[in-house]
């Protein structure tokens, strides 16, 4: 089934310590997103792509970048980790331009900080 | 600027029973609305949408929501209740061409 990756599912790194979070997509779809989800509430929206045409939400920390070598593949870097960016990390997808069509999530990546 | 917003924080309903979560809507122009639900260490699921056309809108897993836009809301629906359908629930409203805003969120717990 086409579908939406994320490895790894649960991440432990350290204070400081840049860690990498990985993002595969069978679906084709030209819109990528990266959202940071903390304790059950709403999903905030990070950035995304329009095919390689990246695009920064305004209060994104600059500890966040991202990158997108293709269509099938993102990634979020996190350059130096506090505390505060224990998180649930969803990736998601969704064709550019129809805007009636929902977003595919992956099952997000489980970060915790030590 | 487009909104959504969820008044109840929890919901609590008998399985068997019916159950709705509520969901109000501030946009400008046409609506696009949608309901995910996530279970705990999941992703979000997408369960169903309104884009125009009939204001009962059926769903996954038997949901359904009712599109009203005199009272601007989107409550999501079930006529039975499963314990499985316990999980956190979110109203999202399409904001521009392909970005979505949120809701706060919905938890439904069933009990048995």
């Known amino acids: 089934d086409a579908m939406v990756i994320q490895n790894p599912r649960y991440q432990v790194t350290q204070f400081g310590k840049p860690v990498t979070l990985s993002c595969s997509q069978t679906?084709?779809?030209?819109?990528m997103y990266w959202y940071q989800q903390k304790s059950s509430q709403a999903p905030k929206l990070l950035f995304h792509?329009?095919?390689?045409?990246?695009?920064n939400e305004a209060d994104t920390p600059d500890n966040f970048q991202s990158r997108r070598p293709n269509t099938s593949f993102c990634f979020l870097d996190i350059r130096s980790p506090g505390l505060g960016d224990a998180a649930m990390y969803l990736c998601?997808?969704?064709?550019?331009?129809?805007?009636?069509?929902?977003?595919?999530f992956g099952d997000g990546t489980r970060l915790s900080i030590l | 600027a487009q909104s959504v917003a969820q008044p109840e924080d929890q919901v609590n309903v008998a399985e068997g029973n019916p159950l709705t979560v509520k969901c109000t809507y501030s946009?400008?122009?046409?609506?696009?609305l949608f309901w995910y639900v996530q279970y705990p260490n999941r992703g979000l699921q997408f369960l169903l949408k309104?884009?125009?056309?009939?204001?009962l809108v059926k769903g996954s897993y038997g949901f359904e929501a009712e599109f009203n836009k005199s009272q601007t809301s989107f409550h999501l629906k079930k006529p039975s209740a499963l314990v499985s359908d316990s999980a956190l629930y979110f109203c999202?409203?399409?904001?521009?061409?392909?970005?979505?805003?949120f809701g706060t969120g919905t938890r439904l717990q069933v009990f048995p």
């Open positions: 998601a997808t969704s064709p550019e331009g129809l805007p009636g069509q929902p977003q595919h």
């Open positions: 679906l084709n779809h030209n819109v």
């Open positions: 792509y329009y095919d390689k045409d990246f695009n």
């Open positions: 946009v400008s122009g046409n609506p696009y």
């Open positions: 309104y884009i125009t056309g009939d204001n």
């Open positions: 999202a409203v399409r904001d521009g061409a392909d970005k979505l805003i």
